[in-house]
């Protein structure tokens, strides 16, 4: 059963270790569960140097208070120290080391010490690392916004027709003159021209009879002498 006075250690460890920067400390009362001790203490220190300092700290608060260190075990760069102090029991680890052995999630079913009350703190708002996370409270339902009424869609609008350019006007060539001003004027032209007198025709020459050629005389048979 846990007693006044070590309830009393708990709150000196626990000041001690905060002092000192502890991160994450927690105190579980496992005296209903456990023949060996009342209380645990369990402390987190960011680095090998800082858990000593935790460790040193530790011990100068208990032998100021008179209190007897019963056992200590500390292996070198272990990064998990632990104090017994008979009805205390103190483990300080490094993030790592307590993550691994989790000891919160032993002794889950035990009751939880509040650490701000032992130390006269208020509260702190952020939940522990190993603490269950409380459950997220449901999202109010806003209430079902009316729908707007569907829109209906106009109809098309047709394409009014491109409007076709106008045609170049062409320019009007100079009217051309009627055939028969032309004709009349080129007979007036020929008529004043004097006609032409005409060319006697040259009577053509007979072809010259050819002459006959004289008729050959039969020579005369000479006569033969006797």
């Known amino acids: 059963m846990n007693s006044p006075d070590s309830l009393a250690l708990v709150t000196l460890c626990c000041r001690a270790l905060a002092d000192k920067k502890a991160?994450?400390?927690?105190?579980?009362?496992?005296?209903?569960?456990?023949?060996?001790?009342?209380?645990?203490?369990?402390a987190t220190g960011n680095s090998e140097p800082h858990l000593r300092a935790l460790r040193v700290e530790l011990e100068l608060a208990v032998d100021a208070s008179g209190?007897?260190?019963?056992?200590?075990?500390?292996?070198?760069?272990?990064?998990?120290?632990?104090?017994?102090?008979?009805?205390?029991?103190?483990h300080l680890f490094l993030p790592d080391m307590r993550k691994r052995y989790r000891l919160e999630h032993l002794w889950r079913e035990v009751p939880e010490v509040s650490v701000p009350s032992l130390l006269g703190e208020p509260e702190p708002v952020a939940p522990s690392l190993f603490a269950p996370?409380?459950?997220?409270?449901?999202?109010?339902?806003?209430?079902?916004?009316?729908?707007?009424?569907?829109?209906?869609?106009?109809?098309?609008?047709?394409?009014?027709?491109?409007?076709?350019?106008?045609?170049?006007?062409?320019?009007?060539?100079?009217?051309?003159?009627?055939?028969?001003?032309?004709?009349?004027?080129?007979?007036?032209?020929?008529?004043?021209?004097?006609?032409?007198?005409?060319?006697?025709?040259?009577?053509?020459?007979?072809?010259?009879?050819?002459?006959?050629?004289?008729?050959?005389k039969p020579a005369a048979k000479k006569k033969s002498r006797k």
């Open 23 to 42: 991160e994450d400390l927690r105190v579980l009362a496992v005296g209903e569960k456990s023949s060996v001790t009342d209380y645990l203490i369990i």
């Open 67 to 90: 209190a007897k260190i019963i056992g200590l075990e500390s292996p070198h760069d272990s990064g998990w120290i632990v104090m017994d102090l008979f009805d205390v029991m103190v």
């Open 133 to 216: 996370k409380p459950a997220a409270p449901e999202p109010k339902k806003s209430p079902a916004k009316a729908k707007s009424p569907v829109k209906k869609k106009s109809p098309a609008k047709q394409k009014a027709p491109a409007k076709k350019k106008p045609a170049p006007v062409k320019k009007k060539s100079p009217a051309k003159k009627p055939a028969k001003k032309l004709v009349k004027k080129a007979a007036k032209k020929t008529a004043k021209k004097p006609a032409k007198k005409a060319a006697k025709p040259v009577a053509k020459k007979k072809p010259a009879a050819k002459k006959k050629a004289p008729a050959k």
